[in-house]
């Protein structure tokens, strides 16, 4: 944060908001200039490569002057914001200063980036939780999370540290209050991959990226940026680096189908959505324990190359969001019985519904499921998530004719298909992981051990 001449004006740089970027969109203004704001205050939404994140104001005064429009993307450190406030702007300094108190005693998200423009080396930001005027120690994505779900902080009881209040606290309240119940989900899959609505044609002349002459109710131009440009280069470097490779057979799902009806009408799950998502991802859990190369990763060193395998499932769900592709995971999933990797299904749900789903919980996966089957697909060959060596596509669950003891009878059926990276596991491997998942779909007894 940097300092103006005049007294009593502060100039606001873009913030690294703690996941290393260079750069961001500034998607929407909150406020405008001759707004009064108070300290933690949302000023606007940034769209950085991996999220959509609200910047809080570091000043209590009014807004001076809009220094970038929506829309363009800036570099980190560069100005954004001006504010007036009563006190006069603080001398400068050569370093950047610690996180201030604000005027109500908590700590606030100050000392972002440099007083100039944009380093090749900067300090991370630290996010630090705000103090109400109630006393609720919370950070403002987690202030915005209650507001979005309508859940009071002061109701929440708090297990961050120094009586922080967590996301899981507010998720937890929100539960128990029935939010998850008023959202709908399609039967097959807790995570549903939104479909995006088709971009709105701009007025004609407004178009972006149009040759001169050209009629904007022909074509139009979108930018390729934030998540969306993150996923095309992810998926253009696993594509052209990892030898792909798919598998899939067809499954007769009916007792998966009795399973979730079953847990449905169990008390343990009476606050929880359950779907055959559930029971797929304790599928792929299980398989991975008798096919461990499928959770492995293509490393290379200075002298050739490695294999990685990990003893440690962080399971990837794909989510479309209208904002691109998220690849959120759930960490250890190996240790979740089925009422807790339930409830992080869930989590897991709510959070990259909304789009905001945290660097954090992108980083590190293992291996990924990919719900196509919510499109009405009922198979695919995705593409593996870098950094990983497999990738199991869930198809649509519907009924078909299928042989039983000689008999033609209805059944549930869907089919399971699985992407690999061919230097870290071979045929016989991808097959055997891919024929034990739909084992565990066709007989969820397997589960018991």
């Not at 079953?262 to 998502?277: E, M, N, T, W, Y």
Request: proline content about 7%; charged content about 20%; overall charge negative.
């Amino acid at each position: 944060m940097s300092s103006d001449a005049a007294k009593g004006t502060r100039t606001f740089t873009l913030p690294d908001v703690g996941e290393g970027l260079t750069e961001a969109e500034v998607v929407t203004w909150k406020v405008a200039p001759g707004d009064a704001v108070a300290i933690n205050d949302v000023i606007c939404e940034i769209e950085t490569a991996k999220s959509l994140v609200e910047l809080p104001s570091p000043h209590a005064g009014t807004v001076g002057e809009l220094l970038v429009d929506e829309g363009a993307t800036v570099e980190v450190g560069a100005p954004i914001i001006t504010f007036v406030t009563d006190a006069p702007a603080p001398a400068a300094k050569p370093q950047p200063a610690a996180p201030a108190a604000d005027e109500g005693g908590g700590s606030v998200l100050v000392g972002y980036g440099s007083g100039g423009g944009a380093t090749s080396r900067r300090k991370r930001a630290v996010e630090h939780p705000v103090r109400s005027s109630v006393g609720v120690i919370a950070k403002p994505p987690i202030r915005k999370l209650a507001r979005d779900l309508g859940v009071d902080l002061t109701a929440v009881t708090p297990t961050g540290a120094d009586g922080e209040v967590t996301r899981d606290d507010v998720v937890q309240l929100a539960s128990q209050a029935s939010v998850f119940r008023n959202i709908s989900t399609p039967e097959w899959g807790d995570v549903r991959e939104e479909t995006v609505p088709a971009p709105q044609l701009p007025a004609v002349g407004l178009a972006r990226g149009l040759q001169p002459g050209s009629d904007p109710a022909r074509s139009e131009a979108i930018p390729v940026k934030g998540v969306r440009k993150a996923s095309a280069n992810a998926m253009v470097q696993s594509a052209y680096t990892a030898p792909h490779v798919t598998v899939w057979k067809e499954v007769d799902a009916t007792r998966t189908m009795e399973l979730v009806k079953r847990l449905k009408a169990s008390p343990d799950f009476a606050d929880i959505k359950v779907s055959p998502l559930l029971i797929m991802a304790r599928a792929v859990i299980w398989a991975v324990r008798r096919t461990p190369m499928v959770n492995a990763a293509w490393i290379d060193t200075d002298d050739g190359a490695e294999i990685s395998v990990r003893h440690y499932v962080n399971l990837g769900i794909a989510a479309a969001t209208p904002r691109g592709l998220l690849v959120p995971n759930i960490k250890d999933a190996q240790d979740l019985g089925m009422r807790d990797l339930a409830r992080a299904l869930n989590r897991l749900t709510l959070t990259a519904r909304e789009g905001k789903t945290s660097p954090a919980d992108q980083q590190g996966g293992t291996i990924t499921i990919t719900n196509i089957g919510v499109f009405g697909m009922d198979a695919g060959t995705p593409i593996i998530n870098p950094g990983e060596a497999g990738i199991v596509a869930m198809g649509t669950i519907s009924q078909k004719p299928w042989v039983v003891d000689g008999e033609v009878r209805p059944r549930w059926v869907t089919t399971v298909a699985g992407s690999f990276d061919h230097r870290v596991i071979d045929g016989d491997g991808m097959s055997r992981f891919i024929a034990d998942v739909a084992s565990v779909l066709e007989e969820p007894a397997l589960l018991v051990d």
